[in-house]
């Protein structure tokens, strides 16, 4: 990043009671997030300005995560061939639980496409999604685990309210004691990601925290 972005994160710290660091520890970028791996054995993400503090009462980190991302021509074979970086905004949180990992970004116009075809033909179309029941919010987000049953115990009425009213363009991981927030690409607006990220804070239900009691060591 410039040293006008280190310059900016550093301001904001200063002004919002957040410490700040120029770069992100190892043991961050090691969990097992997609954002931080990208379907890859290990990470391929790095990280640069940490920021740490506490937004109205939650204890987060927010960082820059720089990802490869793939540029051009891509023949078959060739998956894991990067050409440029892209530099994501990224908001760290606790669980309080260790939960089993789900990913949920804002719904695609062919996965929109599917669920027409679902009300249409009835017939059903593959698009690795599990539907959490609430019309406004199926439409909104996809929700994609190998844990169903635990979705639909997590995104309870309150939650998914949250995540509609605080915006659909963030996209959420949930893995274990963390979860983390981040949008498509950089963004200025760090109040906009952070309430994004309280909201979802605020609302993991109890008896999800209850069901799935964080062990020994997680944060």
Not at 46 to 51: A, R
Not at 92 to 115: I, N, Q
Request: glycine fraction near 8%; proline fraction near 5%; charged fraction near 25%.
């Amino acid at each position: 990043m410039t040293e006008d972005r280190a310059a900016e994160m550093r301001a904001w710290a200063e002004a919002n009671g957040f410490t700040y660091e120029a770069d992100v520890p190892e043991e961050l970028l090691s969990l097992p997030f997609y954002l931080f791996r990208l379907g890859q054995d290990e990470e391929v993400a790095t990280g640069e300005h940490l920021l740490t503090g506490d937004w109205q009462g939650m204890p987060v980190d927010v960082f820059d995560v720089s990802v490869p991302a793939a540029s051009g021509f891509q023949a078959l074979g060739l998956t894991n061939y990067w050409t440029e970086n892209e530099v994501i905004t990224t908001a760290m949180a606790g669980t309080g639980a260790d939960l089993p990992y789900v990913y949920v970004e804002k719904k695609g116009f062919l996965t929109r496409v599917a669920d027409d075809m679902d009300a249409i033909d009835r017939l059903h179309h593959d698009h690795l999604e599990a539907e959490c029941g609430a019309k406004d919010f199926d439409k909104h987000f996809e929700v994609k685990t190998e844990h169903p049953d635990f979705a639909a115990e997590l995104f309870d009425h309150p939650l998914m309210e949250a995540m509609l009213t605080s915006g659909t363009g963030f996209v959420y991981e949930v893995s274990g004691g963390q979860f983390i927030v981040h949008t498509p690409k950089t963004t200025e607006q760090l109040p906009a990601l952070l309430d994004a990220t309280k909201a979802f804070w605020d609302n993991i239900p109890s008896e999800v925290v209850e069901k799935y009691p964080a062990t020994d060591g997680d944060g």
